[in-house]
Structures are given as C-alpha cells and as structure tokens.
C-alpha cells in the first residue's frame, strides 16, 4: 500500500452489542493525538454501518474493538464486506478480550493486528503509522 497522504485515518468502531466504549475512546484519543483523524463511530455498529463509514470516509485503517465474545464473526464480516466493496485495502485491526488462541486464526482471516489489554497506546500509534505506511515526521 503507497504512503498516506495527508493525516492517517482511522475509524474506531464499537461493532455488536458490547456497551463498553472507555477503551476504544481512549484509542481514538491516542490516535489523535498523534495526528491522525479519528472518525468514532459509537457503540453498536454493525459490519455494514463500519464499512460504510470507512469507505465514505476515505478511511486507511479500521480500530475495532470487542470486549463481548463474537470476535470472530464481526471482524470475519467487516473483511469479507471490505473485500466485496473492493476496499480490501484498508486495513483492520483490533483490541478487547480476544483469547490468545484466536489471535492467529483471526490474523489468517485477514485481521492486520490485535491487541490484547495491557498493550500501550504508544505500541498501538507505532502499528498503525507503520502498518499504513507512514514515513515518521510526515
């Protein structure tokens, strides 16, 4: 994927029926405050809202995060809706209560990167200014 231009952005996505938003809040914070524009899509998207948003906002990377247990249908669904809307590029990544065992099968699916609690916002800016491919100082 070529460099980004302008500011990296990022749509947080709060998919299912997960009520707890303090950790994707703090994520779009993070991200923000290190440049990027956060479009924080609220809780209680579906796949189709959260692509729909990124793709209308132009968006380089998809922040999901999933404390409820069906992790793996919503970030199945968000990239198999990516690739049908020939937005496969964009990539997703995401945080919450994920079991160590479904990290590599979801990553096989397709998921960019997961982070799991206790990561650090700083570990999660760094992934995404690489992972889209933004020089340093840009």
């Given amino acids: 994927m070529g460099v980004a231009a302008g500011p990296i952005r990022v749509v ?7 009520g707890h938003d303090r950790g994707a809040k703090v994520i779009a914070r993070a991200l923000r405050d290190a440049g990027m524009e956060v479009i924080y899509t609220g809780l209680h998207q579906t796949p189709e809202q959260i692509v729909d948003t990124a793709i209308q906002e132009d968006a380089d990377a998809i922040g999901l995060s999933i404390l409820s247990g069906a992790h793996n249908t919503l970030f199945a669904a968000v990239i198999d809706l990516l690739k049908e809307r020939d937005a496969a590029d964009i990539l997703v990544f995401g945080g919450g209560i994920i079991p160590e065992a479904d990290i590599a099968p979801l ?16 570990s999660i800016v760094e992934w995404v200014r690489g992972a889209v491919g933004q020089p340093t100082g840009a």
């Fill in 12 to 18: 947080v996505a709060k998919p299912g029926l997960d």
């Fill in 107 to 122: 990553k096989e699916r397709g998921v960019a990167e997961i982070f799991t609690p206790g990561a650090t916002m700083r």
